[in-house]
């Protein structure tokens, strides 16, 4: 099977439109988490990580009224493409979108135009993005909760594993609207504060906005250094909203990934986590990876820089973790201070300065499912 | 080599298992009729009330799907995968949902507004920890899903896998749902026009069952 290379990404967000303006605001400690009023919103003040909506997307005006969602993958699809040599037009190069809620603000915004109203439908959405960029083939949308992102890249490593292409573009994006905050909200899932990952006093999640990209090709010729070496899926057939007691699916698919990449546990270098900083899914992400024997590991959180991004999440997390492998340093975890998991975990507080060789990333979400992806230089 | 060992549907008021009519109930709404199917089957699962319309469905097409199936409850918990599909992801409950916020925000809508709750509510039913993946796209695209639940058996990600459409917007709705394993199952002759042989797990013989199942697989036209 063809080995799948990272080629270029992108990732758009209150930080920078690059993944280089991110990382290098990331370097010095920025979160782009701020505290909002905005009655529109929210009833009560809330933090999040949200754009300025005053700051145009795209560079060129369009015939097209694109949303905020499309506007973002578009812009972040381009620059993306810009750094690469991948043929858009080829038969061979496919377009995957990952997003858990798309359009969705503009349900019950009151307009009533009929080709907005129908890109509340992903695919609808999706063509429109597809047809900006010129793609032949028409794009496989992934839908799949807070797992989406990893689940995008996963599923074009299969793609391309399977030889049917050869280049793939996965890109994703979420934006935070009343009807998703509302939701976080009635759950009481949403910090009063900044959020805290795997601290003692971490009491939820700050929502994100942001989009990412990433081109994937079985050409060598194309690819950066790093490689998606394996990855995969499971279900903790426990409970809709609440993650797994004991980590067992996710450290499954830990040790599955570990397997198809060839490797073991001593292996991994450095762990991306999800690490949403509500109470229970990083006490499930601790015994997933204490089960695993990777306690020792460094492992970090980014949610305390972008909140949580959702379908984008995935994506820029695992971006991060590339760039973390170029330049060989592990970001601290923002909002963390004291272990706050039964699992004594390494969780990086200050930069590190390592040589990265093989990362594991993860991700939850509510349906009880886990992603586990690995990704080797 | 994959094989096509039952599949189940569920549209216009009636159940159906390997082309055979189990269930009809003309006349209720969406609603009414799915609970009709949960009472004729007499499944004793008080979590069946809580769900969506949406996952009651694709629980209920799961059921189906499995009865009299024993082979599907031989595999290891990791060894089963779901892969589902539509075109609409969770909007009918998304407007529910949306409905309540307006008063007090429901976190029991609230959940039920991301598509792989239904795949969450069969695992669970079920005990299955394997490969889950939710695809969206305006009409079923079984090239696509045979292509990526192929690659799962193959690969030995998944020895045995669930696979579909199951799309409900309002008034429509339609599951379509597919058993894939390894094993050639026991050559039923399910649909007229398929011979009494295995059926292997092709597009060809997807596409085959789906036009002789009515299940509509396209956005509805509103």
Known sequence: MSAVYVVSHNIISPLGSTTAENFSRLKEGVSGIRRHDDEKMSDQPFFASLLDNTKPLLREDSSVPYTKFEQLLIASMSDALLNSDIDVRDKATALIISSTKGNIGL???????????????????????????????????????????????????????????ENVVVAGADTVSKFVLS????????????????????????????????????????????????????????????????????????????????????????????????????????????????????????????GHTLGAAGLIESIITIQSMKEGLILPTMGFEQIGVSEPLNICSSLLRTPLKNCLKTASGFGGCNAAMIMSK | MNHITANSVI???????????????????????????????????????KMDNLSKLGWLAAEILLKDVPSARAYLPWE?????????????????????????????????????????????????????????????????????VSFLMDTDACQACICGWVELLGEEYGAQLFLIEKRAGEAPAWTASAPPAPLAFTGENIGRIISEGHVKTKIPEK
């Open chain 1, 107 to 165: 349900l019950g915004t009151g307009t009533d135009d009929p080709e907005l109203m129908k890109r509340i439908a992903l695919p609808s959405s999706a063509a429109v993005v597809a047809r900006h960029h010129n793609f032949i083939n028409k794009p496989i949308v992934v839908s799949n909760a807070c797992i989406s992102g990893v689940l995008g890249i996963l599923t074009g490593m299969r793609l391309i594993r399977s030889g049917q292409y």
């Open chain 2, 11 to 49: 549209c216009h008021n009636s159940v159906y298992k390997d082309g055979k009519a189990l269930f009809g109930n003309k006349g209720a709404d969406p609603a009414g009729f799915l609970l009709s199917v949960y009472q004729h089957f007499d499944w004793q699962y008080p979590k069946f009330f």
């Open chain 1, 183 to 306: 939701g976080f909200q009635s759950f009481q899932a949403i910090s009063p504060g900044l959020c805290k990952p795997f601290d003692r006093q971490r009491d939820g999640i700050n929502l994100g906005e942001g989009a990412a990209t990433i081109v994937l090709s079985s050409q060598k010729k194309y690819g950066s250094g790093i490689r998606i070496a394996s990855g995969s899926v499971s279900n903790d057939a426990n409970h809709i909203s609440g993650p797994s007691r004991t980590g067992t699916e996710l450290f499954q698919i830990m040790t599955r990934s570990l397997r198809e990449a060839g490797l073991q546990a001593a292996d991994i270098d450095f762990i991306s986590a999800h690490g949403t900083a509500t109470v229970y899914n990083d006490e499930m992400e601790a015994k997933a990876i204490g089960l695993a024997d990777l306690r020792s590991v460094p492992v970090n959180s980014l949610k305390g820089y972008y």
């Open chain 2, 80 to 148: 089963m995968g779901v892969v589902l599909s539509n075109a609409n992801s969770s909007l009918d409950t998304d407007r529910k949902y949306l409905a309540s916020v307006k008063e007090i925000p429901s976190p029991s809508l609230f959940v039920y507004t991301l598509p792989n709750i239904m795949i969450g509510e069969i695992c669970i039913r079920n005990n299955f920890k394997g490969e889950n993946a939710f695809f969206l796209s305006d009409s079923f695209d079984t090239d696509f899903i045979v292509r990526y």
